[in-house]
């Protein structure tokens, strides 16, 4: 079982909706991620926290709005989406806050359809 | 050229197989490389990293070419339970940031 937990794991949204993907985390871990993932493509990476501080944000619309409460919560804030943006989005840790050794522990996913 | 390219395949294998995947990857100043095993609708989870001098893990051999720029993964003696999508990952540099290839599909029959 994963230890990153993600909620909701499905969610469907209208356009003009507000809601909200968690992550939580209890192993310590430095570093925090959201990935976006769609159907048979590879994770893109979406944001990353180090240390609280938000560190790289990859260019990401701002209807996306990322926020860190503490070192083991990470929210995701969806407003005015849009139907391309269904996909899994994906939440990650890492041990340090540099990727030394590589291994990203992801949460199961929130499967966000945009109707 | 994108940053890091794999064969999507599928590769089509009985059990007991040996299947290799070649991973490119475009910056030669990459430091780190991992592979990564995602089954269907789950998350990926790290399978090995890849050192400079290849690394064995079990039935998995993982291998670093740097002059050549690709990194590979040998898997002997298939299992039905190796199906999956294999993701090739690079660290382009020292930071927090992993890009990954598009994944090989491998399939296990009986």
């Known amino acids: 079982d994963t230890e990153v937990t993600q909620t909701p794991k499905h969610l469907v949204m209208g356009m003009t909706n507000k809601k909200s993907l968690k992550c939580e985390q209890h192993?310590?871990?430095?570093?925090m991620y959201w990935y976006k993932q769609k159907a048979k493509k590879p994770p893109e990476l979406m944001f990353v926290?180090?240390?609280?501080?938000?560190?790289i944000n990859e260019s990401v619309p701002s209807r996306f709005s990322p926020e860190c409460p503490n070192s083991s919560l990470l929210n995701l804030h969806l407003h005015a989406l849009q139907p391309e943006d269904s996909a899994l989005y994906l939440c990650?840790?890492?041990?340090?806050?540099?990727?030394?050794?590589?291994?990203?522990?992801f949460g199961e996913g929130s499967r966000l359809t945009v109707l | 050229r994108k940053e890091v390219e794999q064969d999507p395949g599928p590769f089509n294998v009985p059990e007991g197989a040996t299947v290799a995947f070649n991973c490119t990857y475009s910056?030669?100043?990459?430091?780190?490389f991992f592979w990564y095993r995602q089954d269907c609708r789950k998350e990926p989870k790290l399978l090995m990293s890849?050192?400079?001098s290849g690394n064995e893990d079990g039935r998995f051999t993982a291998q670093l070419n740097r002059a050549s720029q690709y990194i590979s993964l040998l898997i002997r003696d298939s299992k039905l339970s190796d199906s999956a999508t294999y993701l090739c990952?690079?660290?382009?540099?020292?930071?927090?940031?992993?890009?990954f290839g598009a994944g090989t599909i491998l399939r296990v029959k009986s």
């Open positions: 990650a840790s890492s041990q340090e806050a540099s990727i030394g050794t590589g291994e990203l522990f």
């Open positions: 192993m310590g871990h430095r570093a």
């Open positions: 926290y180090s240390y609280e501080k938000l560190s």
């Open positions: 910056n030669s100043a990459s430091q780190s």
């Open positions: 890849v050192y400079s």
């Open positions: 990952v690079v660290n382009p540099q020292h930071g927090n940031k992993l890009v």
